[in-house]
């Protein structure tokens, strides 16, 4: 850290410290807990970069995981029929000539994305199509759903009755002999082929990408094109993603070069893939609420106007904002689960302070956190032993929960697509163990800013070939 950002961090902690002497009726046990979630979450290694902290959290050792497991089970796998449509065009792509095996699998968050590309996998396993699959994501938290949705649907008969599992950060190697899949890290995947080039990861047949559309990261698009040239044969590429595109048009542009301009859909879901998903119980009924405050003027709500140049580092400190925040959090039906997301780690530490200082069970989770702690974390939450879950980004992609029904943002969401990624985690409906309804909490008007979250019908007018041939 430099001595800048030393000066930067001491009086954020000592912001946020005054803001709970204002807010908490308990205010000593809030600064206590405050100080012992900031030692949890690691400030000495604040001196790396956010990107650099997910990375190694992402990297370390999950707390009982082996670096390969064999997923065995007997002889189907229920998947609803949107699923198995595009399964079958997947398992079909995959199957085709060697230079069109690239596509983009749009489903929208909480749809099963992970489960239904697991089962084409599956499926290219079985036919003899494929022996080794490279399934790389942006964090270890997706790899390891990846790696439950492979185990369950071998357990539940789809597919060979045995498929190797490697994890490759754990050093793990796949048998000489049988099917397997590979998982890595965009990071490790980044590092070993900046350092190893074609010796980096051993060769495979195909490259899936999830939550794809982080795919044009400089480091990790050269690490996944030079992976796909060196594999036998030329691997095939196939990206998952809810949201097929970028902050501007360019990058978007970019993006569906690189997956073929193969774009993949279910004609099931049709033009408003959420409504009909939300028909079919899939996905809950999403109402946005205004959390309401006293206070006006600057610093207490965002302005359009402001939208890029207002911090958000100057509104999480706002007294007002940060007790109304608690103050909606508190009024929650006693056990329905809800994820707020913060501006840093610090606000996430006061927020999870204070709440615990009010009996609520919270827990904070980072990338910067000790791994076994942030499993724990989740487990406790998953479990219904915590019922608040807190972090700034590190649930963004991917973390599914089904019982979430409550998000709460407690500072501006300035990306379109972050903001439909937020909402995602609280959008399960009552056919997958979630919700008929959920709700997003707002302090900044997000929702007008931004829109209703559409998913890929937002990019519809992009120039995209569906289904596999050009």
């Known amino acids: 850290m430099t001595a800048a950002q030393a000066v930067v961090s001491t009086r954020q902690r000592r912001a946020f410290v005054d803001v709970l002497r204002k807010t908490s009726s308990e205010p000593l046990l809030a600064e206590g807990a405050f100080a012992e979630l900031l030692v949890q979450h690691s400030p000495a290694r604040l001196q790396h970069s956010t990107a650099n902290a997910e990375e190694e959290a992402g990297d370390e050792e999950p707390t009982v995981e082996l670096p390969v497991e064999v997923a065995e089970g007997p002889r189907g796998a229920g998947l609803f029929s949107y699923q198995s449509e595009l399964v079958d065009e997947f398992v079909s792509l995959v199957q085709g000539p060697r230079e069109v095996r690239v596509g983009l699998v749009g489903l929208p968050t909480g749809s099963g994305k992970t489960r239904m590309a697991a089962t084409a996998c599956l499926r290219l396993f079985t036919a003899h ?114 949201t097929p595109g970028r902050r501007d048009e360019q990058a978007s542009e970019r993006l569906v ?62 007294p007002e904002r940060f007790r109304a925040v608690l103050a909606t959090i508190s009024q929650f039906p006693v056990g329905e689960r809800a994820i707020v997301f913060a501006a840093s780690i610090e606000h996430g530490a006061a ?30 939450f998953e479990g219904g032993d915590a019922t608040v879950l807190v972090n700034k980004a590190v649930l963004i992609a991917g973390y599914d929960c089904p019982a979430v029904k409550h998000i709460v943002l407690t500072v501006p969401v300035r990306s379109a697509i972050t903001f439909e990624q937020m909402v995602g985690r609280g959008c399960r409906g009552r056919r997958v163990g979630g919700n008929n ?21 937002r990019y519809r007018d992009q120039s995209w070939t569906r289904g596999k041939d050009d």
Request: with cysteine.
């Open 129 to 242: 199509s494929l022996q080794r699959v490279l399934w790389i994501a942006p964090t270890s938290e997706l790899l390891e759903q990846a790696i439950s949705a492979f185990k369950l649907l071998v357990s539940l008969g789809e597919g060979p009755r045995q498929v190797e599992l490697v994890r490759l950060v754990l050093g793990g190697k796949a048998s000489k002999e049988g099917p397997a899949v590979l998982f890595a890290t965009c990071q490790l995947l980044a590092r070993r082929w900046g350092s190893l080039k074609t010796r980096a990861i051993e060769p495979v047949e195909l490259v899936i990408f999830d939550e794809a559309h982080y795919a044009l990261a400089p480091t990790y698009l050269d690490a996944v094109e030079g992976l796909v040239r060196a594999s036998r044969n030329g691997a095939g590429l196939i990206g998952l993603t809810a």
């Open 437 to 457: 309804e959920s709700f997003v909490w707002e302090l900044d008007d997000m929702l007008a800013l931004h829109g209703s979250p559409s998913s890929y019908s």
């Open 351 to 380: 927020i999870t302070a204070a709440l615990r200082s009010k009996n609520i069970s919270a827990r904070l989770v980072s990338g910067y956190q000790d791994a076994k702690a942030r499993r724990h974390a989740l487990e406790a």
């Open 257 to 318: 070069e690189v997956f073929g301009r193969r774009w993949l859909v279910s004609a099931e879901l049709g033009n408003r893939p959420l409504d009909t998903l939300r028909e079919m119980g899939i996905l809950s009924t999403l109402h946005f609420r205004r959390i309401e405050f006293m206070g006006s003027g600057p610093g207490t709500r965002l302005s359009r106007a402001h939208l890029k140049t207002q911090s958000s580092a100057n509104l999480a400190v706002n």
